[in-house]
């Protein structure tokens, strides 16, 4: 099995990698590497809506999130085997029927986007009008953007 995922921090993606690692499945941070994913684990980081044709994990309250999905869980940390053991193997029976073949643009857009800006920051040590200047945008629309994918600009 494999799965993205997308918007955790640091420490939840360390505890979602390790318990889905130990139970066999293959975790992936990047929409390039894996383009065949059984399910997405969504974090606290997210952005405020997610569109999906395959199962979603949620780790955060379903009010914070609009979720449109055809199964979706909510499944905060911490992860205990037992409780995902069954989840799992639910996952694998769906992922053997014939497959949906639709790409969901708007998240490999925002997924890319969001990593730009990040990269862009760290290039300019945090300074947001020289991020701005090298991603060739307003500053003020950096900003929004920043807002929107919750990125603080103390992080780099």
């Known amino acids: ?7 955790l921090t640091a420490l939840e993606e360390r505890d979602v990698s390790l318990l889905l690692n130990f139970m066999g499945v293959e975790v992936s941070t990047l929409l ?5 994913f059984d399910f997405v684990v ?3 980081l997210s952005s405020s809506e997610v569109h ?12 914070e999130i609009e979720v449109s999905a055809p199964n979706y869980w909510e499944m905060p940390l911490p992860w ?6 069954p989840l799992l193997q639910k996952l694998a029976q769906w992922s053997r029927l014939p497959a949906i073949n639709v790409v969901d ?16 920051l760290i290039v300019a040590n945090g300074v947001v009008s020289r991020a701005a ?15 929107r994918y919750n990125i603080d600009k103390s992080e780099f």
């Not at 999906?52 to 949620?58: D, F, G, L, Q, R």
């Not at 643009?105 to 862009?120: D, G, M, P, T």
């Open 42 to 44: 969504i974090g606290s």
């Open 133 to 147: 200047q090298n991603l060739q945008i307003q500053r003020t629309t950096l900003i929004e953007k920043m807002r």
């Open 32 to 36: 390039a590497e894996v383009t065949d």
């Open 52 to 63: 999906s044709t395959i199962p979603v994990i949620c780790l955060s309250a379903t009010d």
């Open 105 to 120: 643009l708007n998240l490999h857009v925002k997924r890319f986007e969001s990593l730009l800006i990040r990269q862009a």
């Open 80 to 85: 205990k085997h037992e409780e995902l053991k």
């Open 1 to 7: 099995m494999r799965a993205l995922v997308y918007g």
